[in-house]
Protein backbone atom coordinates (compact mmCIF):
# COMPACT_ATOMS: atom_id res chain seq x y z
CA UNK A 1 0.00 0.00 0.00
CA UNK A 2 1.76 3.86 -0.62
CA UNK A 3 2.06 5.90 2.18
CA UNK A 4 -0.42 8.49 2.50
CA UNK A 5 0.36 11.72 4.16
CA UNK A 6 -1.35 12.75 7.32
CA UNK A 7 -3.63 15.76 7.90
CA UNK A 8 -0.83 16.96 10.09
CA UNK A 9 2.12 16.70 7.27
CA UNK A 10 -0.24 18.22 4.62
CA UNK A 11 -0.50 21.29 6.99
CA UNK A 12 3.16 21.40 7.91
CA UNK A 13 3.85 21.40 4.59
CA UNK A 14 1.87 24.42 3.80
CA UNK A 15 3.50 25.90 6.84
CA UNK A 16 7.06 25.53 5.42
CA UNK A 17 5.82 27.63 2.79
CA UNK A 18 4.41 30.29 4.04
CA UNK A 19 7.87 30.83 5.85
CA UNK A 20 9.60 30.41 2.34
CA UNK A 21 10.90 26.65 2.86
CA UNK A 22 11.23 24.06 0.35
CA UNK A 23 9.06 21.01 0.18
CA UNK A 24 9.41 17.97 -1.97
CA UNK A 25 5.86 16.48 -2.97
CA UNK A 26 5.03 13.57 -5.56
CA UNK A 27 3.65 14.27 -9.08
CA UNK A 28 2.56 11.63 -11.47
CA UNK A 29 5.93 11.32 -12.91
CA UNK A 30 8.90 12.03 -10.53
CA UNK A 31 9.29 14.04 -6.64
CA UNK A 32 8.81 17.95 -7.32
CA UNK A 33 10.42 20.65 -5.16
CA UNK A 34 7.60 23.26 -4.11
CA UNK A 35 8.52 26.69 -2.98
CA UNK A 36 6.15 30.31 -2.72
CA UNK A 37 6.65 31.34 -6.58
CA UNK A 38 5.73 35.03 -5.18
CA UNK A 39 8.76 34.45 -2.53
CA UNK A 40 12.52 35.64 -4.44
CA UNK A 41 14.36 34.26 -1.44
CA UNK A 42 12.54 31.23 -1.66
CA UNK A 43 13.53 31.08 -4.98
CA UNK A 44 16.88 31.87 -4.95
CA UNK A 45 17.32 29.06 -2.30
CA UNK A 46 15.69 26.76 -5.00
CA UNK A 47 18.30 27.52 -7.52
CA UNK A 48 21.34 26.81 -5.05
CA UNK A 49 19.61 23.62 -3.70
CA UNK A 50 19.18 22.29 -7.69
CA UNK A 51 22.71 23.84 -8.50
CA UNK A 52 20.74 25.30 -11.52
CA UNK A 53 21.80 27.86 -14.15
CA UNK A 54 19.88 31.14 -13.29
CA UNK A 55 18.51 31.91 -16.98
CA UNK A 56 16.58 28.46 -16.98
CA UNK A 57 12.94 29.03 -15.77
CA UNK A 58 10.82 26.95 -12.96
CA UNK A 59 7.63 25.25 -14.10
CA UNK A 60 4.50 25.92 -11.54
CA UNK A 61 1.96 24.11 -11.03
CA UNK A 62 -1.67 25.61 -10.36
CA UNK A 63 -4.97 23.61 -9.18
CA UNK A 64 -7.59 25.28 -11.15
CA UNK A 65 -7.43 27.69 -14.33
CA UNK A 66 -8.85 30.46 -11.97
CA UNK A 67 -5.43 30.39 -10.80
CA UNK A 68 -3.59 31.56 -14.39
CA UNK A 69 -5.17 35.10 -13.68
CA UNK A 70 -1.82 35.40 -11.09
CA UNK A 71 0.71 34.49 -13.57
CA UNK A 72 -0.33 34.64 -17.10
CA UNK A 73 -1.35 38.08 -19.14
CA UNK A 74 -3.97 36.14 -21.29
CA UNK A 75 -4.38 32.17 -22.66
CA UNK A 76 -4.09 32.07 -26.21
CA UNK A 77 -7.46 30.54 -27.52
CA UNK A 78 -5.36 27.21 -29.15
CA UNK A 79 -4.75 26.57 -25.71
CA UNK A 80 -8.35 25.90 -24.52
CA UNK A 81 -8.52 22.57 -26.07
CA UNK A 82 -5.75 21.42 -24.87
CA UNK A 83 -6.19 22.13 -21.65
CA UNK A 84 -9.78 20.71 -21.56
CA UNK A 85 -8.74 17.55 -22.32
CA UNK A 86 -5.26 17.06 -20.85
CA UNK A 87 -5.63 18.97 -17.56
CA UNK A 88 -4.62 17.47 -15.38
CA UNK A 89 -1.79 15.94 -16.94
CA UNK A 90 2.19 16.25 -17.76
CA UNK A 91 1.18 18.92 -20.17
CA UNK A 92 2.99 21.72 -19.28
CA UNK A 93 1.74 25.14 -21.18
CA UNK A 94 3.90 28.62 -21.79
CA UNK A 95 1.30 31.16 -21.24
CA UNK A 96 2.47 35.48 -21.80
CA UNK A 97 3.85 35.80 -18.67
CA UNK A 98 2.94 38.95 -16.21
CA UNK A 99 5.67 41.34 -16.29
CA UNK A 100 5.27 41.29 -12.02
CA UNK A 101 6.59 37.83 -11.96
CA UNK A 102 10.31 36.79 -10.95
CA UNK A 103 12.87 36.21 -13.42
CA UNK A 104 13.51 32.97 -11.46
CA UNK A 105 9.96 31.66 -12.87
CA UNK A 106 10.25 32.83 -16.16
CA UNK A 107 13.84 32.90 -17.56
CA UNK A 108 16.35 35.59 -19.09
CA UNK A 109 13.32 37.27 -21.20
CA UNK A 110 10.55 37.17 -18.68
CA UNK A 111 8.29 36.26 -21.85
CA UNK A 112 7.00 33.15 -20.85
CA UNK A 113 5.24 31.29 -17.67
CA UNK A 114 4.84 27.03 -17.73
CA UNK A 115 2.15 25.85 -15.93
CA UNK A 116 0.71 22.58 -15.89
CA UNK A 117 -2.08 20.89 -13.36
CA UNK A 118 -0.98 17.63 -11.88
CA UNK A 119 -3.28 14.89 -11.41
CA UNK A 120 -1.26 13.03 -8.84
CA UNK A 121 -3.70 13.05 -5.71
CA UNK A 122 -0.99 13.83 -3.28
CA UNK A 123 0.16 17.32 -5.64
CA UNK A 124 -3.81 17.99 -5.57
CA UNK A 125 -4.22 18.15 -2.09
CA UNK A 126 -1.06 19.61 -1.58
CA UNK A 127 -2.05 22.61 -3.97
CA UNK A 128 -5.78 23.25 -2.46
CA UNK A 129 -4.37 22.87 0.63
CA UNK A 130 -2.03 25.91 -0.50
CA UNK A 131 -4.51 27.78 -1.81
CA UNK A 132 -2.40 28.86 -5.17
CA UNK A 133 0.41 28.40 -7.80
CA UNK A 134 3.61 26.58 -6.05
CA UNK A 135 6.89 25.75 -8.04
CA UNK A 136 6.85 22.20 -9.46
CA UNK A 137 10.55 21.87 -10.46
CA UNK A 138 11.72 18.21 -10.64
CA UNK A 139 13.46 16.64 -7.33
CA UNK A 140 16.94 16.48 -8.67
CA UNK A 141 20.65 17.95 -8.73
CA UNK A 142 20.54 20.30 -12.02
CA UNK A 143 21.70 17.57 -15.01
CA UNK A 144 20.74 14.66 -12.80
CA UNK A 145 18.06 12.08 -12.63
CA UNK A 146 15.26 12.85 -10.91
CA UNK A 147 14.15 11.23 -7.31
CA UNK A 148 11.35 8.58 -7.77
CA UNK A 149 11.24 8.36 -3.98
CA UNK A 150 11.26 10.21 -0.84
CA UNK A 151 14.23 8.49 0.40
CA UNK A 152 15.95 9.58 -2.94
CA UNK A 153 14.82 12.88 -2.38
CA UNK A 154 16.45 12.69 1.28
CA UNK A 155 19.40 11.25 -0.51
CA UNK A 156 19.81 13.79 -3.15
CA UNK A 157 19.18 16.83 -0.60
CA UNK A 158 19.73 16.22 3.17
CA UNK A 159 18.66 19.11 4.97
CA UNK A 160 17.97 21.42 2.31
CA UNK A 161 14.46 20.63 2.30
CA UNK A 162 12.41 21.38 5.08
CA UNK A 163 9.72 18.91 4.26
CA UNK A 164 8.99 15.85 2.49
CA UNK A 165 5.17 14.74 1.43
CA UNK A 166 5.67 10.87 1.32
CA UNK A 167 3.63 9.87 -1.35
CA UNK A 168 5.14 6.40 -2.20
CA UNK A 169 7.28 6.18 -5.50
CA UNK A 170 6.37 7.81 -8.55
CA UNK A 171 6.06 6.11 -11.78
CA UNK A 172 9.08 8.12 -13.27
CA UNK A 173 9.33 7.70 -16.94
CA UNK A 174 8.86 10.85 -19.31
CA UNK A 175 8.13 14.15 -17.77
CA UNK A 176 5.93 16.58 -18.89
CA UNK A 177 5.64 17.90 -22.55
CA UNK A 178 6.27 21.13 -22.59
CA UNK A 179 4.46 23.68 -25.35
CA UNK A 180 4.87 27.07 -26.23
CA UNK A 181 3.76 29.16 -28.97
CA UNK A 182 5.26 30.61 -32.07
CA UNK A 183 3.63 33.47 -34.49
CA UNK A 184 0.31 31.90 -33.46
CA UNK A 185 1.34 28.34 -33.90
CA UNK A 186 1.68 25.02 -31.15
CA UNK A 187 5.74 24.87 -30.69
CA UNK A 188 7.40 21.58 -28.79
CA UNK A 189 9.29 22.68 -26.47
CA UNK A 190 10.53 19.55 -24.53
CA UNK A 191 9.51 16.39 -25.52
CA UNK A 192 7.68 14.53 -22.92
CA UNK A 193 4.19 12.13 -21.51
CA UNK A 194 1.94 13.60 -24.23
CA UNK A 195 3.05 13.04 -28.01
CA UNK A 196 3.22 16.33 -29.91
CA UNK A 197 1.42 14.93 -33.08
CA UNK A 198 -1.92 14.10 -30.64
CA UNK A 199 -1.79 18.26 -29.59
CA UNK A 200 -1.66 19.38 -32.52
CA UNK A 201 -4.49 17.10 -33.69
CA UNK A 202 -6.76 18.12 -30.61
CA UNK A 203 -5.87 21.63 -31.12
CA UNK A 204 -6.92 21.46 -34.81
CA UNK A 205 -9.75 19.03 -34.23
CA UNK A 206 -11.44 21.44 -31.05
CA UNK A 207 -10.19 24.40 -31.99
Not at 29 to 47: H, M, R, S
Not at 140 to 157: C, H, I, K, W, Y
Request: glycine share 12%; net charge neutral; hydrophobic share 40%.
Amino acid sequence: MMPVPSDEEYKRAVSVLEQGGIVAFPTETFYGLAVDPFNEKALADLFRLKGRPLQKPFLVLIQDESQLSSLARSIPPVYRPLMKTFWPGPLTLVFPALSTLSPALTGADRAGIGVRISPHPVARRFGHLWGGPLTATSANLSGMPAARTADEVRQFFGDGISCILDGGQTPGGMSSTVIGLAQGKLQLIRAGGIDFSSLIKEAHDKG
